[in-house]
């Protein structure tokens, strides 16, 4: 054994697959930031001249996609259909939050970025399944995956942006919509609660709401409710 030897924790002449590339991408994106990450810092971390990271991937951007793609991948990996298309619209939304906050870093830099790749592509296959479904036809399963998506992207990018602030900007943010929510009670006797109700607020309870309202908005496109569903 000792004589094969180990060069930052890969084996010599052993072959280097994307994934060994990926998984040493995430380790250094989530220590130091997607900005960490260069094919010479790889290249350190896994034993390789970085030219050899250039079998695998043209440039950074196409690493970056792959390495924000296992976002999906893991979402993909840990949902489990239940047949009960809203049940499992929700919770993959839910899945998307959860592992959104433990690469929030990655997808503050990546979030409004398509990567195109298996994880992408399993999710957004998934999420078209449960709205046919749902009883959509495919013209308003197309229209309700570009509205779901775009709402939870977005939600999750601004979660991850404002996971990454430093926590000097993060208690500027909040004295300023704290003092946003105060001049609205002085203006608005009608608001005159909103400062004391703010900080009750639960983000999760606001997270799942939103995706309620778009199951309920399916829910109202699938049965020809024309006064409450938005329609293509």
């Not at 094969?4 to 002449?13: D, E, F, I, K």
């Not at 792959?66 to 919770?91: H, N, P, S």
């Not at 830099?109 to 046919?132: K, M, S």
């Amino acid at each position: 054994m000792g004589a094969a030897g180990t060069t930052g924790g890969r084996r010599r002449g052993s072959t280097l697959t994307r994934e060994q590339i990926i998984e040493a991408a995430v380790e250094i994106s989530t220590a130091e930031g997607p900005a960490g990450v260069s094919f010479r810092a790889l290249g350190a971390r896994l034993g390789v001249v970085a030219t050899a990271l250039y079998r695998h991937f043209r440039d950074k951007d196409e690493l970056m996609l792959a390495l924000a793609d296992q976002i999906f991948v893991e979402i993909g990996e840990r949902f489990a259909a239940t047949g009960d298309w809203a049940a499992d619209l929700r919770q993959l939304a839910l899945l998307g939050r959860d592992v959104g906050r433990r690469h929030a870093v990655t997808l503050a830099w990546l979030g409004y970025r398509n990567t195109g790749g298996p994880g992408d592509q399993a999710v957004a296959l998934a999420t078209l399944r449960l709205l046919l479904d749902a009883g959509l036809t495919q013209e308003q399963a197309l229209f309700h995956y570009e509205l779901f998506t775009d709402t939870v992207m977005g939600l999750l990018t601004l979660d991850a942006m404002r996971e990454s602030l430093d926590d000097d900007v993060r208690r500027k943010d909040d004295a300023a919509l704290s003092a946003l929510y105060a001049d609205i009670a002085r203006n608005e006797p009608r608001a005159s609660r909103v400062p004391a109700l703010a900080i009750t607020l639960d983000e999760d309870a606001l997270f799942a709401a939103q995706i309620d309202l778009h199951i309920q908005a399916v829910r109202a496109t699938a049965h020809g409710d024309a006064d409450t569903a938005p329609s293509p």
